[in-house]
């Protein structure tokens, strides 16, 4: 009798091990953000980002074990709002390590959303490999009455487990839709419906547990733009506001402070008010790369319209706007500063 319970047991361990053997092995790399953030009351918008260890979130999504098997990793602990080129290099990197490890299946990356669109735009042109990479946040602290973090997670999971998520390149998903990195924006200040994709439109939603896609994103993933293994930091490049009665001073000060680039949030398709022409002018001249980019959210900043950039050396954004501009100018600065092929990058978008 005893033998036999010992055998029952020993079949059930045995059947356990062999179910969670073919559950996907998802790794979530954890930053902070409101998703892990924490209030003194559920009904107020007062907390601070960042506050709840990655264990204490995966904890209160129970049903995740259901789908994967999970390990958290806390890399920073950070309202996205102090993300930076360090963090940003760190978390390429160790997804590369992930990339080619064989006990990964999928990444999640929890995330802030005030700066998720730039970070996963990072990663998409920085990270190898066809395993998804999927980023999430929340826009209600985990604390709060309705909080968007637990199914938004859950729904990343979902996401990253999916055979269809494979090569899509990095996702972003919130509020049960799926997003391409080159795409996604933040549309809202504080709905939990604050991401979409203006230009393109999301790739797809998740719903009952399931990630249906709809569209493919137009640059697929697996190959990277830029390699990060050997680059340490990144060079300096700015974003100047335009806006009627614009001062040159920012971009002057942009020269004086030897910045390599310098994005200008231009008015309409990427105009240049005449205060601040002439000082563009000037960056360009001692070498500055100066791409012009727009503050209106959807539509490209096309080549040579009212402007003429062959004249002036100056580089259209196509369909990024001034923020991933600064993204992409950075890591197009790593290899080269020649205006012609810069801009070839941007003409990808
Ligand atoms: N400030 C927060 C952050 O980006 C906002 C959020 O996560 O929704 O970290």
């Known amino acids: ?69 999970v390990v958290g990793e806390q890399v920073v602990r950070i309202g996205s709002q102090d993300m930076d080129d360090a963090t940003w290099l760190l978390l390429a990197k160790r997804i590369n390590e992930l990339q080619a490890s064989d006990s990964v299946d999928a990444v999640v990356v929890t995330h802030g959303t005030d700066t998720m669109e730039e970070t996963a735009f990072f990663l998409n042109l920085t990270v190898g490999g066809t395993k998804p990479v999927v980023m999430v946040g929340a826009m209600r602290p985990s604390t709060a009455l309705s909080a968007d973090g637990p199914l938004n997670l859950y729904n990343a999971v979902v996401t990253a487990v999916s055979p269809a998520s494979v090569g899509k390149g990095v996702l972003v998903v919130m509020n049960g839709r799926i997003y391409g990195a080159d795409g996604v924006v933040k549309m809202h200040t504080t709905n939990v419906d604050a991401f979409g994709a203006p230009n393109s439109g999301a790739l797809g939603y998740v719903l009952n547990g399931k990630a249906v896609y709809e569209a493919s994103p137009k640059r ?27 001062s040159p001073d920012v971009v002057e000060s942009m020269i004086k402070n030897r910045y390599r680039g ?30 012009r980019s727009s503050r209106i959210v959807s539509g490209p900043t096309s080549l ?21 501009a600064r ?23």
């Not at 050997?230 to 490049?237: I, M, N, R, S, T």
């Open 262 to 291: 310098i994005v200008y949030a231009g008015v309409g398709n990427g105009n240049i008010h005449k205060n601040l022409f002439a000082a563009l002018e000037e960056a360009r001249r001692k070498g500055i790369i100066v791409v």
């Open 1 to 69: 009798m005893k033998s036999l319970r010992i055998l029952m047991l020993a079949l059930f361990a045995l059947f356990a091990v062999t179910l969670s053997a073919q559950k996907p092995n998802v790794y979530v790399l954890a930053t902070g953000g409101t998703i892990a953030g924490s209030g003194t009351s559920s009904v107020s918008t007062n907390y601070t980002a960042g506050q709840v260890a990655i264990g204490t979130l995966l904890d209160a999504v129970p049903q995740i074990k259901d789908i994967a098997n």
């Open 304 to 324: 040579e319209n009212e402007v003429d950039d062959e004249h002036y050396q100056f580089v259209a954004s196509q369909l990024l706007g001034p923020a991933k």
């Open 327 to 349: 993204v992409l100018l950075m890591l197009a600065l790593t290899q080269t500063d020649d205006w012609r092929k810069i801009q070839s990058y941007f003409n990808l978008f």
């Open 220 to 246: 697929p993933g697996g190959r990277p733009m830029f390699n990060v293994s050997g680059v340490d930091e990144l060079p300096k490049v700015g974003i100047a506001y335009g806006h009627a009665g614009v």
